[in-house]
Each structure stands twice: as C-alpha cells, then as structure tokens.
C-alpha cells in the first residue's frame, strides 16, 4: 500500500491490511477497487474501506476485462465456462466466436491486464478471477455455452467424462 500510496495514511494502509487479511492477491484487488471508487488514502478513505466487498472486487475484475473489448469478455467468458486448469487457446477461440490469432493476442492482453496467468494454458490469475467472471453470465446463456463447451470438446476429442460435465451443468 505505501508504495502505491506513499502519502497515505497509516488508518489507511492499516484498513486495507486488516480487510484483505494479508492476503497479496486480494490486497492488489482491494486497492483496483479504491482506485476506481475515487476512495481516498487518508483517515476518512480507511472508513470506507471496509465497505468494499467481494462483489465490488468482482465487478473491478469485470469493468478491467469489458475496457479490453467485446472479444476479450467473449475469450475470458469461455474460459470461465471451459474451466480453469488447462483450457487449450483452439477450443476456448471456438467457443468464444473470436478467430485464432484474434485470441492470441486477446489471451495476452488478459495476462497483460492481470486477469490471466502466463503461460500456453490459459488460466485465470487467480481463482477468483474466474468465479467472478463466470458468476457473471447470466444463467441461460451459460447453459447454451455449456452445451456449445460440449460440442466442440467433443470434436477435439475430449473425455466423454469432461464433455458429459459440460452438459450436466448445462441442465
């Protein structure tokens, strides 16, 4: 917190310690989040502080991917439907509407902007990223996504064992 805000107070950097328990990943969201309130870093922003929850965390997350475009809500809504773990780029593009090499360089924007890992697999930075983004899409679509989720890893050869868990939550 002091390096982000060094002129803040020490009620503040306190608030955000105690409300993000210590926890780094939460910490970074917590201040995302005070930054996007317009909170300030002194006595009176520590108030408020403890005020911001999981849901304005989310909907931090949420407003940070939407800024990166249509097709970049469209990949990361994918993932968040393929499941976390090891989602291939092919089969998350397909899903998503969005052409190969689009969402290439969409998956590098994520990782640029914190909401994916690094790496070829395409990960969320944290699992709380990827609730947040699949707790916001709305139920019917979410269970047509599933079904298409099905479709294609079935065609690429998945696991009836993973493809039938796509259409289970789908029902």
């Known amino acids: 917190v002091g390096e982000m805000y060094p002129r803040s107070s020490a009620d503040f950097r306190a608030a955000c310690h105690t409300h993000s328990r210590g926890n780094p990943f939460l910490l970074t969201e917590l201040l995302r989040a005070v930054e996007a309130d317009g909170i300030t870093t002194d006595e009176q922003g520590a108030s408020r502080v403890a005020g911001i929850g999981p849901q304005e965390v989310a909907r931090g997350v949420i407003q940070r991917v939407e800024r990166l475009g249509p097709d970049a809500v469209a990949l990361a809504e994918a993932v968040a ?33 914190a909401i994916f890992a690094g790496g070829l697999a395409l ?3 944290h699992p709380l990223i990827g609730r947040a983004v699949f707790r916001s899409l709305r139920p019917h679509r ?17 696991s009836a064992e993973v493809v039938a868990s796509h259409l289970l939550g789908a029902l």
């Open 81 to 113: 439907v393929l499941g976390t773990g090891r989602v291939a780029l092919p089969p998350a593009a397909l899903l998503a509407g969005v052409e190969l090499e689009r969402a290439a360089d969409i998956a590098d924007g994520l990782v640029d902007s």
């Open 123 to 125: 990960n969320y930075r």
């Open 142 to 158: 979410l269970a047509v996504d599933r079904v298409r989720a099905a479709r294609i890893l079935d065609s690429q050869g998945e």
